[in-house]
């Protein structure tokens, strides 16, 4: 079964930008769309947005600004950027996949917490 | 931005007991509606697609139910393992797509 593994550092500075990647194993990153999903601690989940399997993006209105969302598909991974990072950034990033047969999100990583500090 | 409000906050109940969560959107989604389980230090889990329909591998003490703008989420009766905070995600209106700020079953 297809599996997603979030990477990246778990410490970045405030205006610089944050990077993470999902890496998908179990299964090809063909056919589907990957997302990336937020959500600050206590709090709860913010969708940021997704790449397709054909590069296609789409991102939340709020964060559209800031956000980059790419795929790899001959290393099966995508990635976030986000750049000029402040403290409200600060939350554990998720990747998700969704399909247009199952429109919702389903399998997700298990998480990486990114906080931002000086 | 569709709105999802969720209620209550908070549920304290027994193992046994009967669980139901409500999730109310602030316009209609049709049945474009899911439910995600979240146990401390884990990601979501899907169990709940379409308003009522199981994700794999879900029990069927799960169930879901609801159209438009209100919706439920009924544990019918609680496990241990049942314990945990509850999202509700809309998908009809996107981007974005959003998600109720989730209620939490605890034990009584």
């Known amino acids: 079964q297809v599996q997603l593994q979030e990477s990246g550092p778990g410490l970045v500075k405030p205006s610089e930008t944050l990077s993470l990647t999902c890496t998908v194993s179990g299964g090809s990153i063909s056919s589907y769309y990957w997302n990336w999903i937020r959500q600050p601690p206590g709090k709860g989940l913010e969708w940021i947005g997704y790449?397709?399997?054909?590069?296609?993006?789409n991102y939340s209105p709020s964060l559209k600004s800031r956000v980059t969302i790419s795929v790899d598909t001959s290393e099966n991974q995508f990635s976030l950027k986000l750049s000029s990072v402040t403290a409200a950034d600060t939350a554990v990033y998720y990747c998700a996949r969704h399909s247009s047969r199952v429109p919702w999100f389903d399998p997700w990583g298990q998480g990486i917490l990114v906080t931002v500090s000086s | 931005e569709i709105v999802l409000t969720q209620s209550p906050a908070t549920l304290s109940l027994s193992p046994g007991e009967r669980a139901t969560l409500s999730c109310r959107a602030s316009q209609s989604v049709s049945t474009y509606l899911a439910w995600y389980q979240q146990k401390p230090g884990q990601a979501p889990r899907l169990l709940i697609y379409?308003?009522?329909n199981r994700a794999t591998g879900i029990p069927a003490r799960f169930s879901g139910g609801g159209s438009g703008t209100d919706f439920t989420l009924t544990i019918s009766s609680l496990e241990p393992e049942d314990f945990a905070v509850y999202y509700c995600?809309?998908?009809?209106?996107?981007?974005?797509?959003?998600f109720g700020q989730g209620t939490k079953v605890e034990i009584k």
């Open positions: 995600q809309q998908r009809i209106n996107w981007p974005p797509w959003t």
């Open positions: 379409d308003a009522s």
């Open positions: 790449v397709s399997y054909s590069g296609s993006t």
